[in-house]
């Protein structure tokens, strides 16, 4: 005997395409022109925030970070679909998330300038700090969802991962508990189509990375991830369903610049894949949506940039000029304070090495 035990397809959502037009049978119904324009000005403030962040660190005033040109619609459309109470767990791309959800300017830079009371404050927004080991923040993930559920609330972990993320063994780990326990979790996988230099293509041979939710019996969808109307409705969509489970959401988007401020991506990529990937930015097709509508031109983009960045260089000065207290990078580690550790500040507080 011999029969089909299992079938599996996966679906692939766009709302709106390259050009600013708007499938109409998917555009979900909470979403007006009001609320596009929002979504606009947020994903160019994610732009802006991450240019200048460029800038600092070629001076020196900021340590290495990941930028996330390119990548504006995967993480403004999942913020604008998250509630107040719902858990972000990001990796360590995801400022534009941490800026829509309101973490302060100010943390952000304090944190690429090596200062771990940055990272503080991603609590108040229901947020983990930045997590640079690959992956190893979707167990964290799966076990805040866990917890949301055993106390009963009705709160959703968000969790992102990049395509190279989802070869570890972490990510497989975090969805099949997920998938066991019937987890309010939402795994993003910001597939970015780069690991470093590693392509996409060379990180798995399955065809969507969407279908691993498969294989641990979840829902698994791909949305264009530089489409942030199409990612705001899977997001919705997986909230709204998160009392069954977890899902799994591909968005399939681009790094358009460097991996880091430590790589060359000139090295390894052809300048034709970066140009073709240009022409699907998330921002371009928004800003023709909204100019054929007459509610965007070149003044209101020119005075609300001049605006984001004059809140940037506030944050800016008030991060240059912020005194850390040096003890709190002995403070922050154990719950309690180990004997030998507390030598150790004993010993840098006598010799006054910060000063
Ligand atoms: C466990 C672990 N292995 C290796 C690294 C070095 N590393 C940092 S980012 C990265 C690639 C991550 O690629 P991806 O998951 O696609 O995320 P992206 O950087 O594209 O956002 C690697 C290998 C690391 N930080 N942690
Ligand atoms: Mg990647």
Known sequence: MQKKVFECSIDYIQVMDENGNIDANLMPKDVDDNKIVEMYKYMLFARNLDSKTLSL??????????????????????????????????????????????????????YWKGYEEGNATAKSINALPIIVPVATQMPHGAGVAFTQKYLGRDVVAVAYVGDGGTSEGDFYEAINFAGVN??????????????????????????????????????????????????????????DNSKNGPTVIECVTYRMSM?????????????????AWAEKDPLKRVRA??????????????KT???????????????????????????????????VLKDEEDSAVAANFWQ
């Open 305 to 339: 940039t001049e605006e984001q960045l004059a809140q940037i260089d506030k944050a800016v000065e008030e991060a240059e000029t912020f005194k850390a207290d040096p003890k709190s990078m002995f403070e922050n580690i154990y719950s309690f304070m180990p004997e």
């Open 259 to 275: 991996h880091t401020t430590a790589d060359d991506p000139t090295k390894y990529r052809s300048d034709s894949e970066v140009k």
């Open 182 to 239: 019937k987890l309010p979790f939402i795994a993003i996988i910001e597939n970015n189509q780069w690991a470093i230099s590693i392509p996409r293509n060379k990180q798995t041979a399955a065809e969507t990375l969407a279908q691993k939710a498969v294989a641990v019996g979840i829902k698994g969808i791909q949305v264009d991830g530089n489409d942030v109307i199409g990612v705001y409705k899977v997001v919705k969509d997986a909230i």
């Open 289 to 302: 949506y909204l100019v054929k509508k007459g509610l965007w031109n070149d003044d209101l983009e020119k």
């Open 57 to 110: 660190q070629r001076q020196g005033r900021a340590d290495t970070f990941a930028p996330l040109l390119g990548e504006e619609a995967s993480q403004i459309g999942v913020a604008f679909a998250m509630r107040k109470d719902d858990y972000l767990i990001p990796a360590f791309r995801q400022h534009g998330i941490y800026l829509a959800r309101g973490l302060p300017i100010k943390s952000y830079f304090l």
